[in-house]
């Protein structure tokens, strides 16, 4: 049986070892490294399917706990699955339901056997654990399915995360067993493990064990520094098999996009485009800009000199503030729509820059556009 | 000098006079009867303008007193008007901001030379005379621009409506000539007059003798039975020439508009396909529909089985349903699209059935399966 998820190694970049390749899913393949638009209740907020097309994003991220809970996986499956229910023909990842239902950490317990919790729409109790997640990833039929997980604040105690990993592994062992479609299904393994090298390392060679078709890394992106989740990625990418897609979780800033390929991640996504674009702020060739701020009222120029995008062809900073400024989804979607282009189109740059083999000096000039370098640079 | 609005009559239905006939703006024709959707601040809302353009709209409308307010039209004009600032080159109608301001009941104060009132948004005083609106209208550059009246409500004394109709008549010919753009703008005279036929009659000789290049009949829709404002197209409309539009405000329901239609009126506008689209109700050939309903959460049929538009072709009542249920904008656009789609689309079968002489026929089957027959017949 032909695996569900298979990765094709493309180029190294000469200099930093950074993968340009291309992940093939029963629903097409799309090239990496890709960042990947996050679709939390089956849409990506105030996105058509056809624009996430025409930017090209080949795969989207959907959310099992939260279409758990709405509208519920059975009527995702008597759709025929999410592609259908959505309009969405490409790929799709559903994470676990791990990570919101461990940050609901008032009304939690954690066991061997799985996680019971009060979900945030009424308090109803509910219970996950590896075997359910897998039955509503199955059911959900994305392409790729992540394995549940436990993913401790990053800077837990090492007993702590030692027992997490350890738990973490035998879980994804019983989800393995639990899925029920690998023929059509993909499901990932997460490496967890904080800080800690010996713990990455454990989780890393516990999970290769099991001959996943892919890996994440989990964990990340959580509070620490960028310079901490760039330490964690030197030591723990080196542990994945090369053959194999690695996805960074959550992990949505231009930077930290850039660092993680030059680390030899794939695979992003993050909230963090249609959320700040939802808020206001776009991200530019030139910097973060805060189009809603007064300063644009008059400003006629396009979000991005320099982007190509169907905003910036057609809109102004003027239109778009007014927008924004009068609650208008248009202008929430416009604000959205741009920011999923500049990441993606920043992922086309940096694949360009691993043919090239001038990856560094791609990031040196987009980091000092940016204002990375800057001290006190703004996050993203 | 050539006026900026022109009409041209194609064809009148053998039965009831109803007419197909074309308008011609600075900015392209569209054909007639036709329903104009709603752009209050510069945006259909989360409507594209590609998608307005897609499903036929070739007109739109948009608001004087919100734009006067958010963003000025002073950036409106900067921007190079309303079709540069929104990026839509078809034709763009402007209504004069009286309606709105007269609806501020509690704060405004009505003279001849003006209204004084407070704005919605700071409670700041404003101004608003016919040659304000004017110069509003003007900076704005809509196609066609709407005359500052008076719409008094439909069951007020007939001394005040009296007294209000000649004041309009007034402010109608004040507008006339502080009107700086007759090249490329064309101003509207709209017809008041509540239920009183020798009032109405009055309004429409007054202002057929100022020789606009169109008529409004307003003050309908203002709470008054269907009946009653069909009572009043039945004496209003033969009053006003044949070699000009004429517009019917703010009526939207699919009844309304074929029996208006009937009486010889060529253009509508309503918020109500966008506005109860967000409300998760749509209209459909068998009537009203509100998706998001319980009974539609595993209804994977589309929104009409007789639809032909983007959505119908692509989406589920059980994913609109879920959209909406969970607040995403997406599932607020879908239905939004497929109300516009369908009011634009029932003009589409209105034109047709003024050539093939058959509209009393498509009006009969059309109320009987939209449920406009029924006793107790919901109001759209």
Known sequence: MAPAITYRLIKEEKHTGARLGEVTTPHGSFLTP???????LASVKSM?????????????????????LRPGENIVKKAGGLHKFMNWDQ?????????????????RNITEEGVTFKNHLNGAKMFL?????????NDLGADIMMSLDEC?????????????????????ERGLKAHS????????????????????????????????????????SVGESKAEMNRVLDFTTPLLPGNKPRYLMGVGSPDALIDGV?????????????????????????GRLVVKNAKYAEDFTPLDDNCNCYVCRNYTRAYIRHLIKADEMFGLHLASYHNLYFLIHLMNQVRQAIMDDNLLEFRESFFEAYGFNKEKAKNF
Chains 1, 2 share one sequence.
């Open 152 to 172: 401790p604040p990053f800077f837990e105690s090492y007993d702590y995360v030692k027992k997490s990993v350890a738990r973490t592994s035998r879980w994804a």
């Open 181 to 220: 479609r690998p023929e059509d299904q993909g499901l990932f393994g997460i490496v967890q493990g904080a800080g800690f090298q010996d713990l990455r390392t454990q989780s890393a060679k516990d999970l290769v064990s099991l001959d996943f078709p892919g890996y994440a890394i989990g964990g990340l």
């Open 129 to 137: 654990s590896p075997e359910k997640a897998m039955q509503i990833e």
């Open 262 to 286: 030059i680390r030899g991640i794939d695979m992003f996504d993050c909230v963090l485009p249609t959320r700040i674009g939802r808020n206001g702020t776009v991200m530019t060739s030139h």
């Open 91 to 107: 790929g799709i990842l559903t994470d676990s339901g791990g990570f919101q239902v461990f940050s609901l950490a008032d009304t």
């Open 34 to 40: 890709m960042f990947m638009p996050v679709g939390t």
């Open 48 to 68: 058509a399917p056809e624009e996430l097309k025409d930017m090209g994003a080949g795969i989207i991220l959907s959310n099992t706990y939260h279409l758990w």
